[in-house]
């Protein structure tokens, strides 16, 4: 038996409601575009356009980074001797080695005054300088690449923290009887730094921890900065600048007694292997390269176009049409009946289903 018009007028709105049309009917389930209580918490941590996180989180992050620092330092200074006794031993692995290059390029530097005055303050300013910049140059101009870096740096962070916890060690310049000039202290009158703690400036020299140097912060962000720089700038120049500039900070930090080349060969190695993590983390995720899709793979097809925004007006316009054909097909021929769900599809038998 044929079902009456009025229930025929009734069936495409309650196909729309149960296909979540904002407004078909109320108490039906909700609209898929809705936003739920996870979507708003979500939109606390990162920008729902964007995708990346809002900027008290990036603030929070280097905070905690920060305090893990200082309590690195806290647990170094309980540890003079043992700092010591692993530096000795760093260098005696390095003359097996015959990697020892770190007391011919501080004697040489040590002769070249005003060289050993540009070194001093590229340690103090260049490491605080250059990686928060590139930092806000991938937020800002390479959000496809943003997130990954980011980790990637974040967990060379820990690791390298992680090491100065577990491996105190005392930089070439503060072991006894070994020959290094401390070419910070020396030439502490040119700058603003202490003469008492590296690169840090006069009356924070408390804030440094003086046995920091396996593995090398240092090397590790400036070969994550000078990747990402030769990768990504848009200038040639630029890019050479990036090739340069981490092999300069290994050649510095060496020169300057603050750190053994196999400190900077392990800060590389962090660096790999947090990158490596990095990659782990970010493969798969939908914020991961969609930024870098063309406006073309963004438009949606034209048969994933969204239904009208009211629900009545699309379930009247549908009943409209249902009942136009309903009117004009031969009695008992269901076959010129279309489907509510695709009206362009017969549906043989759809009447007897509705009545």
């Known amino acids: 038996m044929a079902a009456p018009p009025a229930e025929l007028a009734a069936a495409p709105v309650a196909l729309a409601a149960a296909a979540g049309v904002p407004g078909a009917a109320p108490g039906e389930r909700a609209p898929a ?15 729902p356009i964007t995708r990346r996180p809002v900027w008290w989180v990036e603030i929070l992050i280097l905070l905690a980074l920060y305090y893990c ?15 010591t006794r692993t530096g000795e031993t760093l260098l ?11 007391l011919s390029l501080n004697h040489w530097l040590d002769t070249v005054p005003v060289l050993a005055v540009i070194c001093c303050y590229y ?3 260049l490491h605080f300088i250059v990686t928060p910049t590139v930092i806000l140059w991938m937020h800002r101009r390479h959000g496809a690449s943003y997130s990954r870096a980011r980790w ?7 690791l390298c923290l992680l090491g100065f916890f577990l491996f105190p ?52 962000w400036a070969l994550w900065c000078g990747l990402l720089i030769a990768r990504h700038a ?13 092999c300069c900070t290994a050649f510095v930090v060496m020169a300057t007694a603050n750190h ?9 190695t962090v660096l790999a292997v947090s990158a490596a993590a990095a990659i782990a983390l970010t493969r798969g995720s939908p914020r991961q390269g969609v930024a870098a899709l063309p406006a073309d793979d963004l438009a949606p097809a034209p048969g994933d176009l969204p239904l009208p925004s009211s629900g009545a007006a699309a379930g009247a316009g549908a009943a409209d049409s249902l009942a136009a054909t309903v009117s004009t097909a031969a009695p008992g021929d269901p076959a010129q009946v279309p489907s509510p769900t695709n009206p362009s599809r017969s549906a043989a038998g759809g009447l007897a289903t509705l009545s």
């Not at 848009?234 to 981490?246: H, K, M």
């Not at 196999?262 to 590389?268: K, Q, R, S, V």
Request: hydrophobic share 45%.
């Open 260 to 268: 053994y080349i196999l400190d900077a060969i392990a800060g590389w």
């Open 33 to 47: 575009g809705a936003e739920t209580r996870g979507d708003r918490w979500r939109r606390r941590f990162r920008d």
């Open 169 to 220: 060690t005392a930089p070439p310049r503060l072991l006894p009887d070994a020959g290094f000039v401390d070419t910070m202290s020396r030439f502490s009158n040119y700058g603003w730094w202490s003469a008492s703690a590296s690169a840090a400036p006069h009356g924070l020299d408390k804030v440094a921890n003086l046995y920091a140097a396996m593995p090398s912060l240092h090397c590790a």
């Open 152 to 158: 990637t740096l974040v967990f060379t962070t820990l």
């Open 92 to 102: 005696r692995w390095q003359s097996a080695l015959h990697l020892d290059v770190e």
């Open 123 to 125: 340690y103090a300013t």
């Open 234 to 246: 848009r200038w040639l120049w630029l890019r050479v600048l990036g090739v340069l500039y981490p």
């Open 69 to 83: 620092y200082t309590g690195t330092r806290g647990f170094a200074e309980g540890s003079v001797a043992e700092a």
